[in-house]
């Protein structure tokens, strides 16, 4: 059974840093792509990053691009998102996601991000 | 970035009812448009990939059908558990996209 669990959210202020972590397991971590993508409260829903199977290429809207970094370590079956200089438009729940044929074809649970003074 | 207009915000209809829900791009997205049905509280769980794919495990009154800018999601007769908002999305190039959503509720 494909697992998606993510930790790392909680509250933070303004400018500072967050670093995701999406722990996978069920399938072979590094045959796949994966992604964010986040729901801000009551919203609907915004792709935020890509990576390719071995990590050695990532894709960002330009809404987050420069500010965030997805990465992975495939010996960990762990996916990654650092996510710099937070603004209040960030706070969502993000969701990490498996890149399986036609995409996205597994989500975890969700981790809540809230950006506040 | 590929525009993805969803159609209609909002869906009041009755058990048994077929519905139809449409996305429209705002440029030729070549059949990559995956269908999403989310219930309060939970993460999307993946419908129909590439307009016509039915999901495993998805029951076969989910249908998906179009081509070139204009696709649609149909439920041949609603179930009670398919109330709830469903979301398109394109992945035909990045930044994908997805549509405002469609929240159906029981009449």
């Known amino acids: 059974e494909v697992q998606l669990v993510e930790t790392g959210g909680g509250l933070v202020q303004p400018g500072r840093s967050l670093k995701l972590s999406c722990v996978a397991s069920g399938f072979t971590f590094n045959n796949y792509w994966m992604s964010w993508t986040r729901q801000a409260p009551g919203k609907g829903l915004e792709w935020v990053a890509s990576i390719t199977n071995s990590g050695g290429s990532t894709y960002y809207p330009d809404s987050v691009k420069g500010r965030f970094t997805i990465s992975r370590d495939n010996a960990q079956n762990t996916l990654y998102l650092q996510m710099n200089s937070l603004r209040s438009e960030d706070t969502a729940t993000y969701y990490c996601?498996?890149?399986?044929?036609?995409?996205?074809?597994?989500w975890g649970q969700g981790v809540m991000v809230t950006v506040s003074s | 970035d590929i525009q993805m207009t969803q159609s209609p915000s909002f869906l009041s209809a009755s058990v048994g009812d077929r519905v139809t829900i449409n996305c429209k791009a705002s440029?030729?997205?070549?059949?990559?448009l995956n269908w999403y049905q989310q219930k309060l509280g939970e993460a999307p769980k993946r419908l129909i990939y590439n307009t016509n794919n039915l999901q495993t495990g998805i029951p076969s009154r989910f249908s998906g059908s179009g081509s070139g800018t204009d696709y649609t999601l149909t439920i041949s007769s609603l179930q009670p558990e398919d109330f709830a908002t469903y979301f398109c999305l394109q992945h035909n190039s990045f930044p994908f996209t997805f549509g405002s959503g469609t929240k159906l509720e029981i009449k």
């Open positions: 996601t498996r890149d399986g044929p036609g995409i996205f074809d597994y």
């Open positions: 440029q030729n997205i070549n059949k990559y």
